[in-house]
């Protein structure tokens, strides 16, 4: 049996661009995936609007603090700088955007006179100028609409603030009454809103939210174990075109110790490669390593349980093209159905139930628990016996075909 | 050390072994000669246990091959008519990995197996992957790792097939040397001339039967001093077997005519080179023409025309 692991292992090392294949497989989608969901962790874009205030106004104010205001502050900040400075730093790109609000602005808003505010933007960047454009445009047009409806009370405020005196309680009271009269008067244009728009927010879960690159993480390492159990199942047709097959039938003893030798250099093999991939996801997701061995375990046990079902497959088909075509039939929908293509905890409830009854989507659920349970050896006992048990009846259906003709040729 | 009585193996209707029988002793080649096709492979593939014989008793070194299968493969040495290696598993690691499939360890497999090499003569290439070797050297190969283990009964299945005439010859060496060494040899092949170079005793196979056997003397013998003269051309059928009916009767005794088509005619005659002129004049009066002529003296291929009516290589 150990010469038979020796064997293989030696002879598949002859192979080593197919295993690095095999590898390469679950971290080059770990890493897109990664790439897509997970935004790679890095800080938001920020840039900064320069602004020369030639009024400084109580209206150049507002508009010149709208700019800081929720989510619009954390993109960009607003900084006062004098004309000349602001030039010079603009066409030194050296800002996303330059606002020139010119002497006189103020009272041009309150007059409905013309006035021109200028905004230059910088060309080197594409979404922060267009941000600070479309959020100028959408203030003018507020203030304007504002302007139409509340000119009276506006003056007023301004007047208050620019002479410094502090409002009266009564004069207070006066403007509100009349903002209100005039939201009241305009409601009736305004409403019904033609949308009514309703948020529901989903009933609190207890269950702790994951990245999904993590949860995606044990659907493609079951998709490299797979595609390699299927590749190494194939070498029970290299062995008896080379006639190494008729051979082991001849020896006295030792077609059991050959097929659990080749079941073990292909969990070998298999775990090398599923290992690979959930020591990067280890690293990279900052999980302890104390769980490494349970999950490397898992994918040992289930990596032999898939090679000799996939061993199965390969030897039922009458010729290895037609055992590479019956292989295939079953490979992808079972990948597509156990969660490779997308982790079972991201899909709906019944599909997700459907996959985790595949083989692979089996083990990937327990695999997933292993990875993010609060401690290790978190699989319990039974699937790990419904793995062996699958593994042996494997086993089993590969020595009788072995044994009924296949090794013969 | 091997004994074979009544094998039959049957496929639906087809026969492929029709109750063969013979034996082979201890420290000789047995060889078991016959056009493709004949049940030679049938009979090796029943006694390594490859195939399970529908009739019949094999025996090697004392063990039944069905009842004591272990003990008796453990004996059993194979040397596949079709390549039986690991094209990428180095020289070396084949012959280790065959030689513990048949229990041999450590410090006796590593001698073994370096003694082998050299045998095989591939000692200086020992670390190389069979697939860069040339058809020969994977051929002794092949060889080396039925013999890794010392089997008491080596088979031989049609060993030399597409080899080159120097790698045959280092086969040939290696079998001899085998044989001197104990080993019975079951050498199976369509080729007269290595049954005649390596063989003791042989048995002529066709059609899954045994036609003939005895050692390579006593088969030579019993083509007594009958030549096979082979001639081809047009030969009316009726006319001809009418003219060589006649010559048999008046001219030449014992005279039988093997094989006749119209394009050629096969005939077994007492010194033919003296009744050929004889032959030529009654063929051309029953209006035969001769084109090309072939006499051959007594051999195991002539034995095997006189027995089948057939070429061996056919």
Redesign the interface.
């Known amino acids: 049996m150990l010469?038979?692991v020796r064997?293989d292992l030696?002879?598949w090392r002859?192979?080593i661009v197919g295993i690095l294949l095999w590898m390469s497989i679950p971290l080059l989608i770990g890493g897109l995936i990664t790439s897509m969901m997970d935004g790679g962790g890095g800080a938001k874009p920020h840039g900064v609007l320069l602004l020369a205030d030639q009024d400084e106004s109580f209206i150049s104010g507002l508009i010149a603090g709208a700019y800081g205001q929720g989510e619009l502050g954390e993109l960009i900040s607003v900084e006062k700088v004098s004309f000349e400075e602001g030039s010079r730093r603009i066409d030194a790109g050296n800002a996303s955007g330059f606002l020139v609000i010119p002497a006189g602005f103020g009272n041009a808003f309150l007059e409905s006179e013309p006035v021109t505010l200028t905004l230059r933007t910088n060309p080197a960047q594409t979404i922060l100028p267009g941000i600070i454009r479309d959020v100028t445009e959408i203030l003018l047009d507020s203030g304007f609409y504002l302007h139409e409806l509340f000119a009276p009370e506006i003056s007023t405020i301004r007047n208050l603030v620019e002479d410094g005196s502090r409002p009266d309680d009564l004069l207070v009271a006066a403007i509100s009454v009349a903002i209100n009269a005039k939201i009241e008067a305009a409601s009736s244009q305004l409403m019904p809103l033609a949308l009514d728009l309703e948020i529901v927010e989903p009933p609190p879960s207890d269950a702790p939210s994951y990245p999904f690159a993590l949860l995606f993480l044990p659907g493609i390492i079951l998709m490299a174990l797979m595609i390699s159990a299927n590749g190494l199942a194939s070498d029970f047709w290299i062995e008896r075109a080379?006639?190494?097959l008729?051979?082991?039938?001849?020896?006295?003893?030792?077609m059991a110790g050959f097929l659990v030798g080749k079941c073990l250099a292909a969990g070998i093999v298999m775990t090398a490669v599923g290992g690979v991939t959930l020591v990067v996801g280890f690293l990279y997701r900052g999980i302890t390593f104390t769980r490494l061995p349970s999950a490397l375990g898992w994918i040992a046990v289930s990596g032999i349980a898939l090679f000799s079902w996939f061993g199965v497959l390969q030897m039922a088909a009458g010729t290895q093209r037609a055992a590479t075509v019956v292989t295939s039939m079953f490979l992808f929908p079972l990948l597509m159905a156990g969660g490779s293509f997308f982790p079972l905890a991201a899909l709906p409830d019944w599909i997700a139930a459907i996959g985790r009854k595949t083989p692979n989507g089996f083990v990937a659920d327990r695999l997933t628990t292993e990875i993010i349970a609060d401690a290790a050896w978190a699989i319990d006992g039974q699937s790990w016996l419904i793995v062996a048990a699958i593994a042996m009846t494997g086993l089993g259906a590969c020595f009788l075909r072995l044994r009924s003709g296949f090794a013969?040729g | 050390m091997l004994v074979v009585e009544n094998l039959i193996k049957q496929y639906g209707e087809f026969v492929a072994a029709d109750g063969i029988n013979f034996a082979a002793e201890k420290g000789t080649v047995f060889g078991l000669l016959g056009p493709n096709g004949a049940g030679k492979s049938t009979a090796i593939n029943c006694i390594s246990g490859l195939l399970k014989p529908t009739s019949g008793h094999i025996s090697v070194n004392g063990h039944d091959v069905a009842s004591d299968a272990r003990r008796a493969r453990q004996c059993l040495g194979v040397v596949p008519q079709e390549l039986a290696i690991y094209e990428d598993l180095p020289a070396i690691d084949n012959l280790r990995y065959w030689g513990k499939a048949y229990g041999l360890r450590r410090k006796t497999l590593e001698s073994r197996v370096a003694e082998v090499l050299s045998y095989i003569g591939l000692g200086d290439r020992a670390h190389e992957l069979p697939k860069k070797f040339s058809g020969g050297m994977k051929r002794r190969l092949n060889f080396g790792c039925g013999i890794v283990h010392k089997p008491a009964v080596l088979l031989l299945d049609e060993p030399t097939v597409g080899v080159d005439p120097q790698s045959r010859e280092r086969l040939f060496n290696m079998v001899e040397a085998e044989r001197d060494n104990g080993a019975c040899i079951l050498y199976t092949t369509h080729y007269m001339e290595e049954a005649e170079r390596l063989c003791n005793s042989l048995a002529i196979i066709d059609r899954g039967k045994i036609i003939a056997d005895g050692t390579v003397a006593e088969l030579r013998a019993q083509t007594g001093a009958r030549d096979v003269l082979q001639l081809s051309g047009n030969f009316p059928v009726e006319e001809t077997r009418s003219a060589i009916h006649d010559l048999a009767n008046a001219k030449i005794n014992d005279l039988e005519i093997i094989s006749q088509e119209e394009g050629s005619l096969t005939l077994s005659l007492p010194d033919g080179s003296h009744n050929l002129a004889i032959i030529f004049d009654s063929l051309a009066s029953a209006g035969g023409r001769v084109t090309e002529t072939s006499l051959r003296r007594p051999n195991l291929e002539t034995l095997f025309l006189l027995l089948t009516g057939k070429e061996l290589r056919e």
Do not use: E, L
């Not at chain 1, 008729?246 to 030792?254: L, S, T």
């Open positions: 010469a038979t064997k030696s002879r002859q192979d080379q006639g190494t008729r051979r082991v039938i001849i020896a006295p003893g030792q013969r």
